[in-house]
């Protein structure tokens, strides 16, 4: 672990390398401790990871899994959507769990706030969309980044401002183009509790304040979210998500230096899974998927939605490895696959669009909880080696369950 943390470096990445849900929570948790300031640079509500506080599990969308540890700093980024009542809600578990954020939470001011009503949006731009949805996590994302793009978003840096006026006019544009009836009532009031609670938290300017602890030495951990083939650009357009979910989206997000980074954790499953509509080229709708879906419990944290399973495509993650520059992988939920005989690779794709698989052999013995690569059977570790060779990416963690404990680190 130590050898692992030294080559990490003062300003490590977390990034999600397929269509999320890989399980960058855990990741985060572990390296967390170690890192002086967590980060959360882009998206909303949109995100969901378990954590468990005081023995139960907890379902957080906006606050990085990393916010556990006592005492850290904990950011939430200039490109992120925050609707408060959902982070209100976070802080109050925290807090019933004895875990005190509001003295170590700093919000950019230059965030936006996604009000009830962008949620509402959400849902009626999919209805119209019809059988060609998107399959949004209906958090009212695509709107608030609308907003955000068209220069009439409102930023938490006027939390405490007079919002009447503004959300007035935004009423009135919101009922004649989708027909809805914002209540004015509740978002005035969640605004005005929001700022009770959160006006101390919120930072002018996030650049100025990172540099601060960049000057101090201080390390940081960035927890991205979602995943680059949901990114905004580089992704699986128009089957994505409304931000950038790379690296450079983070720091972006942040508003930090390229050359900040001093590390970047790619976080990919064993296999692959996808919620919500577009191509999934590796996708296995038979049996095979079905129990991955099972052993893999992938079912949507945010949404309660059954993943779309199936295998790894490896073109899909070099090019993720190439656009976030992945120093390390972290493969997850390894043991998912211990009772395949067989396990397809996707390696390329053939010029009809068909794609070529390899077939590796699977292990059939469990590996649930093995913490020594040595120890894993034969054919699980050729199968590590043959993608970290196809990748050219050392894969250095490996989850072999989901306890903080089940995990491989490679040194
Ligand atoms: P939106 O971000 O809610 O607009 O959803 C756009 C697409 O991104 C949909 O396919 C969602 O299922 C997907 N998506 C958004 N956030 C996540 C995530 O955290 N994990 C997995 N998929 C996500």
């Given at each position: 672990m130590q050898k692992f943390l030294s080559d990490l470096g003062s300003c490590t990445a977390i990034i999600g390398a397929q269509w999320g849900d890989e399980g960058k929570g855990k990741v985060t948790d572990i390296l967390g401790e170690h890192f002086d300031v967590i980060a959360r640079a882009c998206g909303g509500a949109n995100a969901g990871h378990t954590i468990v506080v005081g023995g139960k599990k907890h379902v957080f969308h906006l606050l990085p899994a990393g916010c556990l540890h006592e005492g850290k700093p904990v950011v939430l980024g200039s490109g992120m959507v925050i609707h408060l009542a959902t982070l209100l809600e976070e802080i109050e578990t925290l807090k019933r769990a004895g875990v005190n954020l509001l003295d170590r939470l700093f919000i950019s001011g230059s965030a936006h706030i996604l009000f009830e009503f962008h949620k509402n949006i959400d849902v009626v731009m999919e209805e119209r969309r019809g059988a060609k949805g998107i399959g949004t996590t209906k958090r009212g994302i695509g709107p608030a980044y609308m907003d955000k793009a068209a220069r009439s978003g409102v930023r938490m840096?006027?939390?405490?401002?007079?919002?009447a006026a503004v959300l007035t006019e935004k009423a009135k544009a919101v009922k004649s183009m989708y027909g809805i009836d914002v209540d004015m009532e509740a978002e005035l009031g969640a605004l005005k509790t929001a700022a009770a609670l959160l006006k101390h938290t919120i930072v002018p300017s996030l650049p100025d304040f990172l540099r601060g602890f960049i000057e101090k030495k201080k390390t940081m951990l960035i927890e991205g979210a979602q995943a680059v083939l949901l990114d905004l650009d580089h992704g699986s357009y128009p089957y994505v998500t409304s931000s950038f979910t790379t690296a450079t989206g983070a720091l972006q997000g942040l508003g930090l230096p390229p050359k900040i980074l001093s590390s970047c954790i790619g976080v990919a499953k064993a296999y692959c899974t996808r919620v919500g509509s577009g191509d999934f080229l590796t996708e296995d709708t038979g049996e095979a998927g079905e129990r991955l879906r099972e052993r893999g419990g992938e079912y949507g944290s945010t949404t309660g939605r059954p993943r779309r399973t199936g295998w790894l495509h490896l073109p899909d993650l070099k090019y993720g490895a190439f656009i976030n520059g992945f120093t390390a992988i972290n493969l997850t939920k390894l043991d998912v696959l211990d009772t395949e005989k067989e396990i397809p690779v996707g390696i390329g794709v053939e010029a009809g669009g068909k794609v070529i698989y390899e077939k590796l052999a699977g292990w059939q013995t469990s590996t649930k909880s093995i913490t020594e690569f040595s120890k894993l059977p034969k054919a699980a570790q050729d199968y590590v080696l043959f993608i970290e060779k196809q990748i050219r990416v050392p894969i250095r963690l490996i989850g072999t369950g989901q306890g903080r404990e089940e995990i491989i680190i490679r040194n």
């Amino acid at each position: 672990m130590q050898k692992f943390l030294s080559d990490l470096g003062s300003c490590t990445a977390i990034i999600g390398a397929q269509w999320g849900d890989e399980g960058k929570g855990k990741v985060t948790d572990i390296l967390g401790e170690h890192f002086d300031v967590i980060a959360r640079a882009c998206g909303g509500a949109n995100a969901g990871h378990t954590i468990v506080v005081g023995g139960k599990k907890h379902v957080f969308h906006l606050l990085p899994a990393g916010c556990l540890h006592e005492g850290k700093p904990v950011v939430l980024g200039s490109g992120m959507v925050i609707h408060l009542a959902t982070l209100l809600e976070e802080i109050e578990t925290l807090k019933r769990a004895g875990v005190n954020l509001l003295d170590r939470l700093f919000i950019s001011g230059s965030a936006h706030i996604l009000f009830e009503f962008h949620k509402n949006i959400d849902v009626v731009m999919e209805e119209r969309r019809g059988a060609k949805g998107i399959g949004t996590t209906k958090r009212g994302i695509g709107p608030a980044y609308m907003d955000k793009a068209a220069r009439s978003g409102v930023r938490m840096e006027q939390l405490t401002s007079d919002l009447a006026a503004v959300l007035t006019e935004k009423a009135k544009a919101v009922k004649s183009m989708y027909g809805i009836d914002v209540d004015m009532e509740a978002e005035l009031g969640a605004l005005k509790t929001a700022a009770a609670l959160l006006k101390h938290t919120i930072v002018p300017s996030l650049p100025d304040f990172l540099r601060g602890f960049i000057e101090k030495k201080k390390t940081m951990l960035i927890e991205g979210a979602q995943a680059v083939l949901l990114d905004l650009d580089h992704g699986s357009y128009p089957y994505v998500t409304s931000s950038f979910t790379t690296a450079t989206g983070a720091l972006q997000g942040l508003g930090l230096p390229p050359k900040i980074l001093s590390s970047c954790i790619g976080v990919a499953k064993a296999y692959c899974t996808r919620v919500g509509s577009g191509d999934f080229l590796t996708e296995d709708t038979g049996e095979a998927g079905e129990r991955l879906r099972e052993r893999g419990g992938e079912y949507g944290s945010t949404t309660g939605r059954p993943r779309r399973t199936g295998w790894l495509h490896l073109p899909d993650l070099k090019y993720g490895a190439f656009i976030n520059g992945f120093t390390a992988i972290n493969l997850t939920k390894l043991d998912v696959l211990d009772t395949e005989k067989e396990i397809p690779v996707g390696i390329g794709v053939e010029a009809g669009g068909k794609v070529i698989y390899e077939k590796l052999a699977g292990w059939q013995t469990s590996t649930k909880s093995i913490t020594e690569f040595s120890k894993l059977p034969k054919a699980a570790q050729d199968y590590v080696l043959f993608i970290e060779k196809q990748i050219r990416v050392p894969i250095r963690l490996i989850g072999t369950g989901q306890g903080r404990e089940e995990i491989i680190i490679r040194n």
